[in-house]
């Protein structure tokens, strides 16, 4: 599972690369720009999933759930998966 603070990273980037401030993301995903400023800069401890999902649409991104991998190494094949699905997040790729 990806932590909060990650997620807050990738939203950073995406956010720049489409040129975007982060008043104009606030108010397009309907969160405050306190709230997105501390998910952005690692300050948020949790935040709900409407105001997550929110924040992704208003930027082309969506969550997806996968099955847990544990006690096991990735097969290349999910690791090449993951690397699409990267990819798909990160237009500069």
Do not use: C, F
């Amino acid at each position: 599972m990806l932590p909060l603070t990650v997620i807050g990273e990738r939203i950073a980037r995406k956010r720049k690369e489409l040129g975007m401030t982060q008043s104009k993301l606030a108010q397009k995903a309907r969160v405050g720009l306190s709230t997105l400023d501390a998910l952005e800069n690692a300050r948020l401890g949790e935040l709900g999933y409407s105001k997550i999902t929110n924040i992704l649409t208003a930027l082309g991104l969506e969550l997806r759930l996968q099955e847990k991998i544990s006690g096991r190494r990735p097969t290349l094949e999910e690791l090449m998966e993951e690397g699409r699905d990267d990819q798909g997040l990160d237009r500069r790729r």
